[in-house]
């Protein structure tokens, strides 16, 4: 008995597209309600990304790790610098940002890291991690949380027990969250059931490389996870792939960018991955090709 299984070959090509020649490190590339490219950088910037180059949006003194868009075109800042989600006044960059988010039960924030906005529901994800530098091996302070936007409430999903949490992704149908957990080498699943309860375990422990970073899921269903490494180690940074099972299926090397901070799909382009690396601060363009490879499995009946 002999059974044909088809499945995806995934290819990845790349370009540099821009340099941040400002004194801040770039992350979280993104785009905004229009499409429009941004990322954000170390220094209190938002940066519009054109044919141009990067051009200063907003700036105040900060230091900005994430960022995203609602569908009304106004955004939220990880802000590690003040411990703290804002709401800028890109308008007038004089104006105190809003803190919509600053401590939990009335203890300060360790320091937001990224931000992720569910397209069906008013739920802002966030990664509390505190400072890249100041975190430690073995010791695990850091917090995935929730806000509910509309009666702006918080609920930690994951409170004082994660090693470094930085990148996260949504899953299709938005009742799966992937976080990295950087300093540990791995992806944890937090599954939501209907009634509202939560789940977590490990999707996949790395070995090599510093630790797993940004994430960004695919809509075919594939998880890129950026895997960060120490430049006088290794000085290429790699993409790593992971199929729903949370079977490694792909690594891609990228020469120069051990250092990999941001990942984003464009919209309008779902094969076009939008990266971001702080050790020669590029913005990379990474453009995903699926092919189909046919396996032929037999089988044996005695």
Request: charged share 25%.
């Amino acid at each position: 008995i002999s059974q044909m299984v088809t499945s995806d070959k995934i290819e990845i090509t790349f370009d540099k597209i821009a340099c941040f020649d400002g004194s801040g490190l770039p992350y979280s590339p993104i785009e905004d309600k229009g499409e429009r490219l941004y990322a954000v950088t170390s220094d209190g910037t938002i940066y519009e990304i054109g044919a141009e180059g990067p051009v200063s949006a907003y700036h105040r003194d900060g230091r900005y790790t994430g960022i995203v868009f609602d569908s009304e075109g106004g955004c939220f800042i990880a802000d590690s610098e003040a411990k703290a989600i804002i709401c800028p006044d890109r308008a007038d960059p004089s104006k105190e940002p809003a803190k919509v988010v600053h401590d939990y039960d009335g203890e300060e924030l360790l320091g937001p890291h990224s931000l992720l906005l569910s397209k069906s529901s008013s739920t802002l994800f966030f990664t509390d991690s505190g400072k890249f530098e100041d975190a430690k091996f073995g010791v695990a302070k850091g917090s995935v949380f929730a806000v509910d936007l509309d009666v702006n409430v918080l609920k930690p999903i994951l409170y004082r027990c994660l090693s470094l949490p930085t990148g996260m992704a949504l899953n299709g149908k938005e009742n799966i969250l992937y976080v990295s957990e950087t300093l540990e080498n791995r992806i944890i699943k937090i599954v939501f059931s209907p009634t509202g309860e939560c789940h977590s375990s490990i999707f996949y422990q790395f070995a090599g490389y510093f630790g797993p970073t940004a994430l960004a899921m695919h809509s075919k269903g594939f998880l890129f996870v950026a895997r960060y490494e120490m430049p006088e180690m290794n000085n290429v940074g790699l993409i790593s792939v992971l199929n729903e099972k949370g079977e490694l299926i792909l690594e891609k090397p990228i020469p120069q960018a051990p250092q990999i901070t941001g990942l984003w799909f464009s919209k309008d382009h779902p094969d076009t991955l939008y990266m971001t690396e702080i050790t020669h601060n590029f913005l990379y363009k990474l453009r995903i090709l699926f092919k189909q490879k046919q396996t032929k499995i037999i089988g044996f009946h005695f």
